[in-house]
T-cell receptor, first 115, second 116 residues
Framework: AQKVTQAQTEISVVEKEDVTLDCVYE???????LFWYKQPPSGELVFLIR??????QNEISGRYSWNFQKSTSSFNFTITASQVVDSAVYFC????????????FGAGTRLAVHP | DSGVTQTPKHLITATGQRVTLRCSPR?????VYWYQQSLDQGLQFLIQ???????AKGNILERFSAQQFPDLHSELNLSSLELGDSALYFC???????????????FGPGTRLLVL
């Protein structure tokens, strides 16, 4: 069975703090893809990053960084020096090779960044 | 802006009614997906179409149906609506993956449905 777990329901930080959003996934497939999406208060879903199971290199994009560890089935997301505009719900998602391109989403983590 | 458009943005209707949600994919994308986001179920995959043909089905109710037209836009039809169908309905589109690998799905702004 495929599953994505985001154990943190809500996180509250003060601006400029670093914050890490956890994502743990389950799949028996050896080929799979992991994604992070952001849902700001306006409601749309914004694509942030995609990773395939063969590429464990960490990635940094500005204040955002992602740590992919197959050994622990985790794909964590860190925001450095958080800003109020980072306030949103963040979703981790999984597509497996046998999953017909169906995105399996975690429950999401609501991040509130206070000034 | 993802390039995926959805209409209408908001829809308020009564139980027992039927509604149609419309989606236009990004230019060049052949695949269209529908997802439902509700408070109790989270984000759930409903159905995928590829170039006019149904490709995959998720937890889509029999009261719901979809289609993709020759111009690649898609419609999701919801009938005999119940209070529990109130949700945010997203459409996403993606390009054709190479060697069977899935491409990134880009989401539209969603249609917020409220059934009273």
């Amino acid at each position: 069975a495929q599953k994505v777990t985001q154990a943190q329901t809500e996180i509250s930080v003060v601006e400029k703090e670093d914050v890490t959003l956890d994502c743990v996934y389950e799949t028996r497939d050896t080929t799979y893809y992991l994604f992070w999406y952001k849902q700001p208060p306006s409601g749309e879903l914004v694509f942030l990053i995609r990773r395939n199971s063969f590429d464990e290199q960490n990635e940094i994009s500005g204040r955002y960084s992602w740590n992919f560890q197959k050994s622990t089935s985790s794909f964590n997301f860190t925001i450095t020096a958080s800003q109020v505009v980072d306030s949103a719900v963040y979703f981790c998602a999984l597509i497996t090779n046998g999953g017909y391109n169906k995105l399996i989403f975690g429950a999401g983590t609501r991040l509130a960044v206070h000034p | 802006d993802s390039g995926v458009t959805q209409t209408p943005k908001h829809l308020i209707t009564a139980t027992g009614q039927r509604v149609t949600l419309r989606c236009s994919p990004r230019s060049g994308d052949l695949s269209v997906y529908w997802y439902q986001q509700s408070l109790d179920q989270g984000l759930q995959f409903l159905i995928q179409y590829y170039n006019g043909e149904e490709r995959a089905k998720g937890n889509i109710l029999e009261r719901f149906s979809a289609q993709q037209f020759p111009d690649l836009h898609s419609e999701l039809n919801l009938s005999s609506l119940e209070l529990g169908d109130s949700a945010l309905y997203f459409c996403a589109s993606s390009a054709v993956g190479t060697r069977g690998f899935p491409e990134t799905q880009y989401f539209g702004p969603g249609t917020r449905l409220l059934v009273l």
